[in-house]
């Protein structure tokens, strides 16, 4: 059974550009969070999708958009990219709003120059 | 603001020993606390998550305790080994389920 599948793997992007991310939830997960985890910090908040709506969002700008289709999977948009906006992102999935442990995929790697 | 406070120093224990890391936060009343294990370049997993009016709860070597009263958790791994060098990352999430929050994570170095 596969886990959350996220791509690419690492992205190089410049400053300016759009950059779009995707995410397979695990299979039976209806429920999809976003994060973005700089080196050596925790895991931040961007948003969650459930039924294809934003559930919530933390603080992050509106440079940050989310989608998720009929079948669960979800992207990320990220607009006119900074230079702070290098991370690793992280997409999480699991059922609904049971309170259980997300499954993590292991993220893709953006780098912006 | 919600802020969430895990030993930023590295933990260093012999093997055999019992790894405790603690986890404090403020400005906040969750409902639920999880911990995660993350390691190098890859992504968290899930190892236990602890409910507002649950104390304790244990699994194999592990166990968490949760005091909504002093905004504490205790993270235990007993018997502790090499393979258990990782970071661990505390997590809230209030009821609802819509926003877990993660502390920053405390590096664990078990030494053979």
């Known amino acids: 059974d596969a886990g959350v599948t996220q791509s690419p793997t690492h992205l190089i992007k410049t400053r300016g550009q759009q950059v779009t991310l995707r995410c397979s939830p695990k299979?039976?997960?209806?429920?999809v969070s976003w994060y973005q985890q700089a080196l050596g910090q925790g895991p931040q908040f961007i948003f969650q999708?459930?039924?294809?709506?934003?559930?919530q969002r933390g603080n992050f700008p509106d440079r940050f958009s989310g989608h998720q289709f009929p079948n669960y999977s979800s992207e990320l948009n990220v607009n006119a990219l900074l230079l702070g906006d290098s991370a690793l992102y992280l997409c999480?999935?699991?059922?609904?709003?049971?309170?259980?442990?997300?499954?993590f995929g292991s993220g893709t790697r953006l780098t912006v120059v | 603001s919600q802020k969430i406070e895990q030993n930023s120093e590295a933990l260093n224990i012999q093997e055999g020993k019992t790894a405790t890391l603690t986890c404090n936060y403020t400005?906040?009343?969750?409902?639920?606390l999880q911990w995660y294990r993350q390691d190098p370049g890859r992504g968290p997993v899930f190892l236990l998550l602890?409910?507002?009016?649950?104390k304790e709860k244990r699994k194999e070597r592990l166990k968490v305790t949760f005091d909504t009263t002093l905004k504490q958790s205790l993270f235990h791994i007993t018997a502790s080994q090499p393979a258990d060098s990782a970071t661990y990352l505390c997590?809230?999430?209030?009821?609802?389920?819509?926003?877990?929050?993660f502390g920053a994570g405390t590096r664990l170095f078990v030494k053979a």
């Open positions: 999480a999935s699991r059922v609904g709003s049971l309170n259980y442990g997300y499954t």
């Open positions: 299979s039976g997960h209806d429920t």
């Open positions: 999708y459930y039924e294809e709506e934003e559930r």
């Open positions: 400005n906040y009343s969750p409902a639920y």
């Open positions: 602890i409910r507002e009016n649950e």
């Open positions: 997590a809230l999430e209030g009821t609802g389920g819509f926003k877990t929050i």
